[in-house]
C-alpha cells in the first residue's frame, strides 16, 4: 500500500515454543488511527514488540517508515508504551520524563507538553511509586509521546481509567493523527474500536479482519462492532480456517 507506516508481511512469531503470529500480512497508513483488537492471549503485544523491533521472529518481515523494525534510525521515530511500564518508581513523573526526554535528545520544553497531554499536571512532583494503575499508564504513554515521534505504538493506554478519561485521551490520539502521527492502539474494549479510522482485528494469533468500522457493520449487516466481531469468527468457523 502507497503511504504505509508498517508494513508486515508473513510475519510469523513463536513463543515458548509455539506458534504465536502466523504469517501476518498488513499495513498501517500513514496518519490514521488503527485499531488493534482481540482478546487477551490472541498475539496483540507480540505484534506490538514485533513492530518495535524487540521481538525475535521466525519468518516473514516489518518495514516501519521504509525501515526493518527495530532499525537504529527509528529509534527517534517510532514511540512505544508498554503495558507494563519502565519508568522509576523512586523519581517523580518530571525527573522521569526529563531522563528519558535527556536519553531521547528530546527538547526540555517536551517534559511539561506530554505532561499536560496525558492529563498529568497536577501529578509532575509526585513519586512514581505513589501513583494509580491508570496514572502509571499514562506515564508511560508520556514517556512514548516525548520528541514528537512519527509512529506511536501504544499497548491498551487507557486500561483501568475513567471514561472522561479515556475519553480525553482518545481526543489527543485524533488531534495527533490530524498532524500527521500514525497510531497504533491496542485494546480489548469493543467501544474503543469505534474510535478507530482502521481496525486490525485478531483472534489466535490471526488477522480476522482489517477494515474501517463503517465497512466492518456494513459487511456484517449489525450496527455493534462487538456483533460484528462475532459474525466475522463465525463465518470463519463455518467455511474452516484457513
Ligand atoms: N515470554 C513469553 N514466553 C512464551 N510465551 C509467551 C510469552 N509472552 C507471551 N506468550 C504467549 O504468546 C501469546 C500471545 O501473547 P500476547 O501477550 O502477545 O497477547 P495479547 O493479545 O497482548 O494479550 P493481553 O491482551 O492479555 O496482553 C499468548 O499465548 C502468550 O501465552
Known sequence: MMNSVIEARDLR???????????????????????????SGCGKTTLMRAVVGVQI?????????????????LRHRVGYATQRPAVYADLTVRENL???AAVLGAPKGDVDRVTDEVG?????????????????????????????????????????????????????FHELAGRGTTLLVSSHVMDEAARCERLL????????ADDTPGALRDQTGTGDLEQAFLKIIERREKVGRR
Open 98 to 100: 526529563r531522563y528519558f
Open 120 to 172: 498529568l499536571g497536577g501529578a509532575r512532583d509526585q513519586l512514581v511509586a505513589a501513583l494509580s494503575g491508570g496514572q502509571l499508564n499514562r506515564v508511560s504513554l508520556a514517556v512514548a509521546l516525548l520528541g514528537r515521534p512519527e509512529l506511536l505504538v501504544l499497548d491498551e493506554p487507557t486500561v483501568g481509567l475513567d471514561p472522561v478519561l479515556r475519553g480525553e485521551l482518545w481526543e489527543l
Open 13 to 39: 512469531v513463536v513463543r515458548g515454543g509455539r506458534p504465536v503470529l502466523h504469517d501476518l500480512t498488513f499495513d498501517v497508513p500513514r496518519g490514521s488511527v488503527v485499531g488493534l483488537l482481540g482478546p
Open 201 to 208: 482485528l485478531m483472534r489466535e494469533g490471526r488477522i480476522i
Open 57 to 73: 521472529v521466525q519468518g516473514g518481515t516489518v518495514t516501519v517508515l521504509g525501515r526493518p523494525a527495530g532499525h537504529r534510525e
